[in-house]
Protein backbone atom coordinates (compact mmCIF):
# COMPACT_ATOMS: atom_id res chain seq x y z
CA UNK A 1 0.00 0.00 0.00
CA UNK A 2 1.06 3.49 -0.32
CA UNK A 3 1.39 5.43 2.69
CA UNK A 4 1.02 8.95 3.77
CA UNK A 5 3.19 10.67 6.06
CA UNK A 6 2.00 14.04 7.58
CA UNK A 7 4.35 16.53 9.11
CA UNK A 8 4.19 18.45 11.65
CA UNK A 9 2.07 15.89 13.28
CA UNK A 10 1.24 19.36 16.30
CA UNK A 11 2.17 23.17 15.56
CA UNK A 12 1.27 26.11 17.56
CA UNK A 13 0.52 29.13 15.86
CA UNK A 14 -1.38 32.52 16.28
CA UNK A 15 -4.50 34.33 14.78
CA UNK A 16 -3.44 36.12 11.49
CA UNK A 17 0.15 33.38 11.17
CA UNK A 18 0.59 31.58 7.77
CA UNK A 19 0.75 27.67 8.20
CA UNK A 20 1.62 24.84 6.01
CA UNK A 21 1.19 21.84 6.44
CA UNK A 22 2.89 18.76 4.51
CA UNK A 23 2.36 15.26 3.03
CA UNK A 24 4.07 13.03 1.29
CA UNK A 25 3.19 9.58 -0.64
CA UNK A 26 5.36 6.54 -0.37
CA UNK A 27 4.55 7.23 -4.42
CA UNK A 28 3.39 9.29 -6.67
CA UNK A 29 0.11 9.82 -6.72
CA UNK A 30 -0.49 12.55 -9.41
CA UNK A 31 -3.13 14.92 -7.85
CA UNK A 32 -4.76 12.49 -6.27
CA UNK A 33 -4.62 13.95 -2.84
CA UNK A 34 -7.88 15.52 -0.07
CA UNK A 35 -7.05 18.00 2.37
CA UNK A 36 -9.79 17.55 5.62
CA UNK A 37 -10.32 19.45 8.46
CA UNK A 38 -11.55 17.90 12.08
CA UNK A 39 -12.69 19.73 15.35
CA UNK A 40 -13.22 17.93 18.13
CA UNK A 41 -16.35 15.60 18.55
CA UNK A 42 -17.15 16.56 14.86
CA UNK A 43 -16.81 15.07 11.25
CA UNK A 44 -14.00 15.62 9.10
CA UNK A 45 -15.23 18.17 6.90
CA UNK A 46 -13.71 18.22 2.96
CA UNK A 47 -11.54 21.55 2.27
CA UNK A 48 -9.22 20.63 -0.96
CA UNK A 49 -9.66 17.64 -3.44
CA UNK A 50 -7.17 17.13 -6.34
CA UNK A 51 -4.57 18.57 -4.79
CA UNK A 52 -5.36 22.08 -5.30
CA UNK A 53 -9.70 22.51 -6.22
CA UNK A 54 -11.20 24.32 -2.73
CA UNK A 55 -14.21 22.62 -1.93
CA UNK A 56 -17.12 24.85 -2.39
CA UNK A 57 -17.99 27.13 0.25
CA UNK A 58 -14.50 26.99 1.70
CA UNK A 59 -12.79 30.48 2.72
CA UNK A 60 -10.18 31.12 0.26
CA UNK A 61 -7.47 31.05 2.81
CA UNK A 62 -7.19 27.78 2.24
CA UNK A 63 -5.32 26.57 -0.86
CA UNK A 64 -3.30 23.43 -1.65
CA UNK A 65 -0.53 22.59 -3.88
CA UNK A 66 1.54 19.77 -4.72
CA UNK A 67 1.53 16.31 -7.43
CA UNK A 68 3.65 13.27 -7.23
CA UNK A 69 4.50 12.31 -3.67
CA UNK A 70 4.54 16.50 -2.26
CA UNK A 71 1.93 17.93 -1.02
CA UNK A 72 0.99 21.01 0.93
CA UNK A 73 -1.72 22.76 2.38
CA UNK A 74 -1.44 26.29 3.16
CA UNK A 75 -3.66 28.51 5.56
CA UNK A 76 -2.70 32.04 4.71
CA UNK A 77 -3.95 33.79 7.31
CA UNK A 78 -5.04 31.66 10.39
CA UNK A 79 -8.35 32.20 11.95
CA UNK A 80 -9.90 31.35 15.23
CA UNK A 81 -12.13 28.82 14.12
CA UNK A 82 -8.98 27.03 12.01
CA UNK A 83 -7.40 25.78 14.69
CA UNK A 84 -8.10 21.93 14.22
CA UNK A 85 -6.72 18.42 12.90
CA UNK A 86 -5.93 18.31 9.70
CA UNK A 87 -5.33 14.88 7.34
CA UNK A 88 -4.48 14.25 3.63
CA UNK A 89 -6.22 11.42 2.06
CA UNK A 90 -4.83 10.03 -0.62
CA UNK A 91 -7.34 8.63 -3.60
CA UNK A 92 -5.24 7.39 -6.32
CA UNK A 93 -6.66 4.14 -5.90
CA UNK A 94 -8.01 1.76 -3.07
CA UNK A 95 -7.77 0.71 0.00
CA UNK A 96 -7.66 5.01 0.41
CA UNK A 97 -5.50 5.86 3.36
CA UNK A 98 -5.51 8.99 5.49
CA UNK A 99 -2.13 11.07 6.96
CA UNK A 100 -1.83 10.40 10.28
CA UNK A 101 -3.17 14.11 11.15
CA UNK A 102 -1.69 17.50 12.33
CA UNK A 103 -3.21 19.14 15.10
CA UNK A 104 -3.38 23.07 15.15
CA UNK A 105 -3.97 24.52 17.97
CA UNK A 106 -3.17 28.18 19.59
CA UNK A 107 -0.10 29.65 20.85
CA UNK B 1 -28.33 19.51 1.03
CA UNK B 2 -27.38 16.42 1.57
CA UNK B 3 -27.64 14.86 5.60
CA UNK B 4 -26.50 11.39 6.87
CA UNK B 5 -27.48 10.03 9.86
CA UNK B 6 -25.85 6.91 11.15
CA UNK B 7 -27.80 4.79 13.88
CA UNK B 8 -27.48 1.21 15.86
CA UNK B 9 -26.39 -0.10 18.58
CA UNK B 10 -23.58 1.44 20.73
CA UNK B 11 -22.64 -1.31 22.53
CA UNK B 12 -21.10 -4.78 21.02
CA UNK B 13 -20.15 -7.77 22.71
CA UNK B 14 -16.85 -9.17 21.69
CA UNK B 15 -16.58 -11.97 19.01
CA UNK B 16 -20.62 -10.61 17.98
CA UNK B 17 -21.26 -8.06 14.86
CA UNK B 18 -21.53 -4.84 14.77
CA UNK B 19 -24.36 -3.52 12.44
CA UNK B 20 -24.70 0.13 11.78
CA UNK B 21 -27.40 2.06 9.02
CA UNK B 22 -26.99 5.46 7.56
CA UNK B 23 -29.83 7.34 6.32
CA UNK B 24 -29.41 9.24 3.73
CA UNK B 25 -31.82 12.49 3.53
CA UNK B 26 -31.96 15.63 0.99
CA UNK B 27 -30.83 13.48 -1.60
CA UNK B 28 -30.74 10.19 -3.64
CA UNK B 29 -28.57 7.44 -3.15
CA UNK B 30 -28.75 6.72 -6.59
CA UNK B 31 -25.47 7.52 -8.89
CA UNK B 32 -23.49 8.15 -6.34
CA UNK B 33 -20.83 6.02 -4.37
CA UNK B 34 -21.30 5.54 -0.36
CA UNK B 35 -18.55 4.66 2.02
CA UNK B 36 -17.84 3.74 5.68
CA UNK B 37 -14.89 5.01 7.67
CA UNK B 38 -13.37 5.02 11.28
CA UNK B 39 -11.91 6.62 13.90
CA UNK B 40 -10.56 4.88 17.35
CA UNK B 41 -10.76 7.39 20.08
CA UNK B 42 -7.73 10.04 19.56
CA UNK B 43 -6.81 7.99 16.69
CA UNK B 44 -6.59 8.85 12.83
CA UNK B 45 -9.25 8.16 10.13
CA UNK B 46 -9.55 4.59 8.65
CA UNK B 47 -11.42 3.84 5.05
CA UNK B 48 -13.51 0.90 5.94
CA UNK B 49 -15.00 0.24 2.68
CA UNK B 50 -18.37 1.54 -0.38
CA UNK B 51 -21.07 0.77 -1.79
CA UNK B 52 -22.30 2.01 -5.09
CA UNK B 53 -25.98 2.29 -5.50
CA UNK B 54 -25.87 -0.80 -7.69
CA UNK B 55 -24.36 -2.95 -4.36
CA UNK B 56 -21.21 -3.28 -5.92
CA UNK B 57 -18.63 -3.05 -3.50
CA UNK B 58 -14.85 -2.26 -2.53
CA UNK B 59 -13.31 -3.25 0.65
CA UNK B 60 -9.99 -1.95 2.87
CA UNK B 61 -8.31 -5.51 2.82
CA UNK B 62 -7.58 -5.23 6.12
CA UNK B 63 -10.72 -5.83 7.33
CA UNK B 64 -12.40 -7.04 3.84
CA UNK B 65 -12.71 -10.69 5.84
CA UNK B 66 -15.40 -9.22 8.06
CA UNK B 67 -17.28 -6.31 6.40
CA UNK B 68 -20.25 -6.58 4.53
CA UNK B 69 -21.66 -3.12 3.35
CA UNK B 70 -25.19 -3.12 1.97
CA UNK B 71 -27.68 -0.48 -0.06
CA UNK B 72 -31.31 -0.31 0.11
CA UNK B 73 -32.01 2.96 -2.41
CA UNK B 74 -35.98 2.40 -1.78
CA UNK B 75 -35.22 3.61 1.45
CA UNK B 76 -32.51 6.12 0.70
CA UNK B 77 -30.04 3.86 3.21
CA UNK B 78 -27.12 2.03 3.25
CA UNK B 79 -25.34 -0.20 6.25
CA UNK B 80 -22.46 -1.96 7.70
CA UNK B 81 -22.61 -5.49 9.37
CA UNK B 82 -18.74 -6.36 10.72
CA UNK B 83 -18.47 -9.66 12.19
CA UNK B 84 -16.41 -10.96 14.93
CA UNK B 85 -15.50 -7.90 16.94
CA UNK B 86 -12.83 -7.37 19.13
CA UNK B 87 -12.20 -4.32 21.99
CA UNK B 88 -9.51 -2.70 18.46
CA UNK B 89 -12.64 -2.09 16.35
CA UNK B 90 -14.09 0.31 19.20
CA UNK B 91 -14.51 3.47 17.16
CA UNK B 92 -16.44 6.54 16.16
CA UNK B 93 -18.18 4.80 12.51
CA UNK B 94 -18.94 8.03 10.15
CA UNK B 95 -20.99 7.18 7.18
CA UNK B 96 -20.20 9.66 4.30
CA UNK B 97 -20.85 9.95 0.55
CA UNK B 98 -17.96 9.38 -1.35
CA UNK B 99 -15.57 8.52 -3.19
CA UNK B 100 -16.39 11.45 -5.90
CA UNK B 101 -15.04 10.30 -9.47
CA UNK B 102 -15.74 14.19 -9.86
CA UNK B 103 -14.10 15.52 -6.68
CA UNK B 104 -10.62 13.19 -7.02
CA UNK B 105 -12.54 10.42 -5.09
CA UNK B 106 -13.60 12.68 -1.98
CA UNK B 107 -15.99 12.20 0.12
CA UNK B 108 -17.62 15.62 0.44
CA UNK B 109 -20.86 15.06 2.98
CA UNK B 110 -20.52 12.92 6.27
CA UNK B 111 -23.04 11.83 9.18
CA UNK B 112 -21.96 12.97 12.71
CA UNK B 113 -20.31 9.99 13.60
CA UNK B 114 -21.60 7.37 16.34
CA UNK B 115 -19.33 5.63 19.32
CA UNK B 116 -19.35 2.16 19.31
CA UNK B 117 -17.78 0.48 21.95
CA UNK B 118 -16.40 -3.66 21.75
CA UNK B 119 -16.94 -4.36 25.40
CA UNK B 120 -18.53 -7.57 27.61
Known amino acids: DIQMTQSPSSLSASVGDRVTITCRAS??????LNWYQQKPGKAPKLLIY???SLQSGVPSRFSGSGSGTDFTLTISSLQPEDFATYYC?????????FGQGTKLEIK | QVQLQESGPGLVKPSETLSLTCTVS????????WSWIRQPPGKGLEWIGY???????NYNPSLKSRVTISVDTSKSQFSLKLSSVTAADTAVYYC??????????????WGQGTLVTASS
Open chain 1, 50 to 52: GAS
Open chain 2, 26 to 33: GGSTNSYY
Open chain 1, 89 to 97: QRSYNTPYT
Open chain 1, 27 to 32: QSIATY
Open chain 2, 51 to 57: IYYTGST
Open chain 2, 96 to 109: ARGPLSSSYYSFDF
